[in-house]
Each structure stands twice: as structure tokens, then as C-alpha cells.
Nanobody, 123 residues
Framework: QVQLVESGGGLVQAGGSLRLSCAAS????????VGWFRQAPGKEREFVAA???????TYYADSVKGRFTISRDNANTVYLQMNSLRPEDTAVYYC?????????????????WGQGTQVTVSS
């Protein structure tokens, strides 16, 4: 069992930056692939980024590639550095963890979810 808690969301102007954190408790976090997803009002939850268990391999949605960076430390935290933010990045951001061997972009492939943190980008 893994418990995930996101933090770092907030209100920022377009072009600004935010750093989200996903802190885990429970089983050893390094045995999980971790992903970030987001959900805007009236839209489905979508994949943003994921990082492999050892943090060597990262994956990004095309919409955030080159602007967002996912990373993980040696303990129990995964980060999402978001630069050059746009109004269309406004959403609730969730971190999720899976014990699967390979990463996925579907929400159903992740077993554990945090409660989400709101990111609002003003124009």
C-alpha cells in the first residue's frame, strides 16, 4: 500500500514556473513507476509525465515536452518542474504510482493516486 500526497500547486502568471511534489509513504517508493496526470474542468484526466523506478527514464506528453521536467530523489518524493506555463496548463494535477513493469499513459494502469493539487495559470 502506498499513500501519495501532492503539494506545490498555486496561482501563477503565464510564462511562470511551479514545482509540484509528490510525497509517498508506505512501501518502498522506488519499486513504483510514478506518473503525473492532470484534469481540467469538463475534461478527462490526461497523462502528463512519468518516471521509471530508478529515475533513469522519463516520458512526457507532447503538450508539455520541453517545458516540464519530472524527477525523483533517492527517498520518497517525485517532482514535476513546470516552466513556461500557459493558461491551458490550468488543471488539478495528480500523481499516481504503479507497480507494473512498464509505464503507461492510461489512468487504469496506475494503482495508487494522490488527492490532487490545483494549478491555475492566468493570462
Amino acid at each position: 500500500q502506498v499513500q501519495l500526497v501532492e503539494s506545490g500547486g498555486g496561482l501563477v502568471q503565464a510564462g511562470g514556473s511551479l514545482r509540484l511534489s509528490c510525497a509517498a509513504s508506505g512501501r518502498t517508493f522506488s519499486t513504483y513507476i510514478v506518473g503525473w496526470f492532470r484534469q481540467a474542468p469538463g475534461k478527462e484526466r490526461e497523462f502528463v509525465a512519468a518516471i521509471s523506478k530508478r529515475g533513469v527514464i522519463t516520458y512526457y506528453a507532447d503538450s508539455v515536452k520541453g517545458r516540464f521536467t519530472i524527477s525523483r530523489d533517492n527517498a520518497n518524493t517525485v517532482y514535476l518542474q513546470m516552466n513556461s506555463l500557459r493558461p491551458e496548463d490550468t488543471a488539478v494535477y495528480y500523481c499516481a504510482a504503479t507497480s507494473r513493469r512498464d509505464y503507461g499513459q492510461d489512468t487504469g494502469e496506475y494503482e495508487y493516486w494522490g488527492q490532487g493539487t490545483q494549478v491555475t495559470v492566468s493570462s
